[in-house]
């Protein structure tokens, strides 16, 4: 059931996996020693920077822009369960879609934040002048992602295409800015632990940064 659609989509992960770590390991290059004395825990500072240190509170441009912190914040939820029902439907198709209604609503609120950065990517003078074709491509393939596990948690579209979309997706994942689905948390968890090594990480109570 679903053989060729289920090998594809499972080559086009393993495609991405393979590429991502060895980009992760040119880029990570060795780093250099760290002379300093140790004054502080490393291991709070990379768990401050992958919550706290995320949250408005800390980012001066989710303070001043809520709404579209709120949008990004919806685009990657649903990333997140397009990502779980792809794999779900790769490892056992006859279990999915996971919790239909929730899921369907959910990537299709994440469209609507995808397609409405893409459109203002397209329109603000300013971000299209800083932004090269990867941007939109990049864009079109998540939304369109995420537009897929919407059809298909509400029963719209069936698994062997879902699956597709998934493959072009996991195949497209390594070569653009998706990458950044692998680095962001890398260079935090490295930033976390370098800063906290030297005491400066997590920031005192009430600090913005």
Request: glycine residues 8%.
């Amino acid at each position: 059931m679903l053989v060729i659609e289920r090998i594809v989509a499972a080559a086009s992960l393993a495609w991405a996996a393979a590429l991502l770590l060895a980009q992760l390991l040119t880029a990570w290059g060795g780093g250099r020693k760290d002379y300093s004395v140790r004054a502080g825990s490393p291991g709070r500072a990379v768990l401050f920077n992958l919550t706290a240190a995320m949250a408005p509170a800390h980012k001066e441009a989710a303070r001043l822009h809520p709404g579209k912190f709120a949008v990004g914040v919806a685009l990657h939820v649903g990333v997140a369960v397009a990502v779980v029902e792809a794999l779900v439907a790769m490892v056992k198709p006859e279990a999915a879609p996971l919790w239909p209604a929730a899921a369907g609503t959910l990537a299709a609120l994440s469209v609507a934040a995808g397609l409405y950065l893409l459109v203002r990517r397209a329109v603000s003078r300013t971000l299209r002048a800083m932004s090269c074709p990867d941007d939109y491509v990049a864009a079109a393939v998540t939304s369109g992602f995420i537009l897929a596990a919407a059809l298909y948690g509400f029963g719209v579209l069936a698994t062997s295409p879902f699956l597709i979309f998934t493959a072009v997706t996991f195949f497209y994942l390594p070569l653009g800015k998706l990458r950044h689905a692998l680095f962001c948390p890398v260079s935090r968890v490295d930033l976390g632990r370098r800063l906290g090594y030297r005491g400066t990480y997590p920031t005192l109570r009430g600090t913005k940064s």
